[in-house]
């Protein structure tokens, strides 16, 4: 009898959990709104590394990162970590000299470059037959592939999947109509033992148009609920003068770190 009602019951739950499903859709679309037809081409990022219009770039490695990196990690040694937009951040160095592999994706040349001089790395420069008209920079004394290239040409039949992703300035950097593109490739790049943290932004949308975004925990939920488990690993206040010139009266750093779901 009880079995009967349950199964009675079921259009109902579903045509609810339906419903909630479209409020959450509704209220995560309501508060992307004011940046939701932002579009950057990869020539304007290219445009601000040769103008020297980077204030995203970090001399020092991030404290999130820092603070984290033992999650990340989970007492691996070894592990390949794949830098989506990867700039010329200090933090893949870092990563390197511990003896982990870093593979990084950038559109600019000029960044990629200044990565391994900044560093006194050497390097040499191949061509991607996988990505027509990409390049790979590889540095000769340590386990570092930067390539060259639009992020979504980049795929795991390049590389492989990866241990670990550090996302610091990536999601918040794509176009917002993007978002989900991405989501799709960040995961198919996850191996099964993959911990990737990622970085985001919450902020006023209606007080600056961006980049970097803002994405909420919400999207983030979205984006990557359904094949990934997401904990919330730290969140800081980040506020500085250079936000409040933008407009901002707030900025909150959140750093999530998102694991495949053992099947």
Known sequence: MLRARALCNLPWLLLCHAAAVSRAEANISSMLAPQENRVLVLGEWEER????????????VHRMLENNLDKVLAGRTGVCFFFPLCGKAVDMKWLADMGHSVVGVEISEKAIKEFFEENNVTYSEEPVPAIPGAKVYKGTERNISLYQCDLFNFSSSVEGQFGAIWDRGSLVAINPRDREKYAALITSLMAKDCRCLLDTLLYNPELYPGPPFFVPDEQVQSLFGNSCDIELLQSADTLTDRHRGWGLDYL???????TPKST
């Open 49 to 60: 590394w040769q103008e020297g219009r980077i204030g995203f770039h970090q001399p020092e």
């Open 252 to 258: 909150t750093e959140n750093v999530h770190l998102i």
